[in-house]
T-cell receptor, first 115, second 113 residues
């Protein structure tokens, strides 16, 4: 079946512009996560959505970052007034409910470069 | 607060030798522990998990990991390394109360033929 998809795969933007990153989770997966991976570093948790519960936004680094998810489908991560330190790969993951709820399936990521 | 430490940036082993990639964690309550692998030019893949039960868990590609509660460790092991195991390995932890998952900084494994 189809995996997690993300778009765009690459995004180059000028400092100060807004960007929107998209994630399509695996169909039926109730949980969705966003992470940031800076070059040569580990994954930094940003936010997760679980069903209709309030999202855990505790990892968002500033109020320039926001994310939305419509039901159990597509999610968008928006970064306003981008800064050079926002340059990173943004990864999305989804997971199912039940016995497989702990296994996250990752998308290929969006590489964001802020010039 | 949850945290994960992978004390080695890089591990080098010869093909056919056993390998260990170390991970220690800190979490309130009981942990859920995970290993993920990132191959070059490919996305992150789930390898194995510890939720409850046997301390030794087996996963994909012949990997296994041992949960040690007293040492708060979850080291990844494989009896005989392959060149194709060369990749970036991430340990992750979550507490039983939620879904927020914290990843370690990663350990790059090089297996030499």
């Amino acid at each position: 079946g189809a995996g997690v998809s993300q778009s765009p795969s690459n995004k180059v933007t000028e400092k100060g512009k807004d960007v929107e990153l998209r994630c399509d989770p695996i169909s039926g997966h109730t949980a969705l996560y966003w992470y940031r991976q800076r070059l040569g570093q580990g994954l930094e948790f940003l936010i997760y959505f679980q069903g209709n519960s309030a999202p855990d936004k505790s990892g968002l680094p500033s109020d320039r970052f926001s994310a939305e998810r419509t039901g159990e489908s597509v999610s968008t991560l928006t970064i306003q007034r981008t800064q050079q330190e926002d340059s990173a790969v943004y990864l999305c993951a989804s997971s199912a409910s039940g016995v497989s709820m702990h296994e996250q399936y990752f998308g290929p990521g969006t590489r964001l470069t802020v010039t | 607060a949850q945290s994960v430490a992978q004390p080695e940036d890089q591990v080098n082993v010869a093909e056919g030798n056993p390998l260990t990639v170390k991970c220690t964690y800190s979490v309130s309550g009981n942990p859920y522990l995970f290993w993920y692998v990132q191959y070059p030019n490919r996305g992150l893949q789930f390898l194995l998990k510890y939720i409850t039960g046997d301390n030794l868990v087996k996963g994909s590609y012949g990997f296994e990991a041992e949960f040690n509660k007293s040492q708060t460790s979850f080291h990844l092991k494989k009896p005989s390394a392959l060149v194709s195991d060369s990749a970036l390995y991430f340990c992750a932890v979550r507490n039983t109360g939620g879904f927020k998952t914290i990843f370690g900084a990663g350990t790059r494994l090089f297996v030499k033929a």
